[in-house]
Nanobody
């Protein structure tokens, strides 16, 4: 299974972006899906996660109320809608999916928020 992340870019503060993470290969129903981010000089941070069925979303306090994680359809594509973006949201965003003890990571996508 390979994960492909897309949707990053440059946006002004207050703007919006939508990230997507699509799975390819031997498709199985994942147990969970998540987005992490890592800014220069900082630890990797869990941003949002959801079950493989798209239920029980969980958000970090720093994005709660501004970001929405969701999946559409019966596949392992997960999206992250990011609204009201702030300078501090600038980071490389990475998608993560897992099935049992097996973890899958996508390549990062850069999100840059300019004030």
């Amino acid at each position: 299974v390979q994960l492909q992340a897309s949707g990053g870019g440059l946006v002004r503060a207050g703007g919006s972006l939508r990230l997507s993470c699509a799975a390819s290969g031997r498709i199985i129903r994942m147990d969970g899906m998540a987005w992490y981010r890592q800014a220069p000089g900082k630890h990797r941070e869990l941003v949002a996660m959801v079950t493989g069925r798209g239920t029980a979303p969980h958000y970090s306090d720093s994005v709660k109320g501004r970001f929405t994680i969701f999946r559409v359809g019966d596949n392992n594509t997960v999206h992250l809608l990011m609204n009201s973006l702030k300078d501090e949201d600038t980071a490389v965003y990475l998608c993560h999916q897992w099935f049992g003890p097996t973890n899958y990571w996508g390549q990062g996508t850069q999100v840059t928020v300019s004030s």
